[in-house]
């Protein structure tokens, strides 16, 4: 019943912006810490941005580019990358916790099937 599919992401080059969305059902939105995490090829899973009320965190390689944010009227949650790198290069994930958020894949029960950002140069 609980569903999280992420849309937006694509092939960018250097320097570039994407926007992406999560849009969230089967669950009380406002109840629950949001966050993305993003994944390369042979590397582990890994915290990009989270959100719970007016408490946000980045990682520091993405902090001044990204941007989290999120709509309980419309069940969505964005995340907006500009100046996008290489580095930034990866299958990006948003998540659900039930509890405050954190930078741990296991505290999220709820995931998403992840959309694909690609950033040339």
């Known amino acids: 019943q609980v569903r999280l599919v992420e849309s937006g992401g694509g092939l960018v080059q250097a320097g570039g912006s994407l926007r992406l969305t999560c849009d969230v059902s089967g669950l009380t939105f406002s109840s629950y810490a949001m966050a993305w995490f993003r994944q390369a090829p042979g590397k582990e899973r890994e915290f990009v941005a989270g959100?719970?009320?007016?408490?946000?965190h980045y990682r520091t390689s993405v902090k001044g580019r990204f941007t989290i944010d999120r709509d309980s009227g419309k069940n969505t949650v964005d995340l907006q990358m500009n100046s996008l790198k290489p580095e930034d290069t990866a299958v990006y994930y948003c998540?659900?916790?039930?509890?405050?958020?954190?930078?741990?894949?296991?505290?999220?029960?709820?995931w998403g099937q992840g959309t694909q950002v690609t950033v040339s140069s």
């Open positions: 959100i719970k009320s007016d408490n946000i």
């Open positions: 998540a659900a916790s039930t509890t405050d958020w954190t930078t741990e894949i296991r505290s999220y029960g709820y």
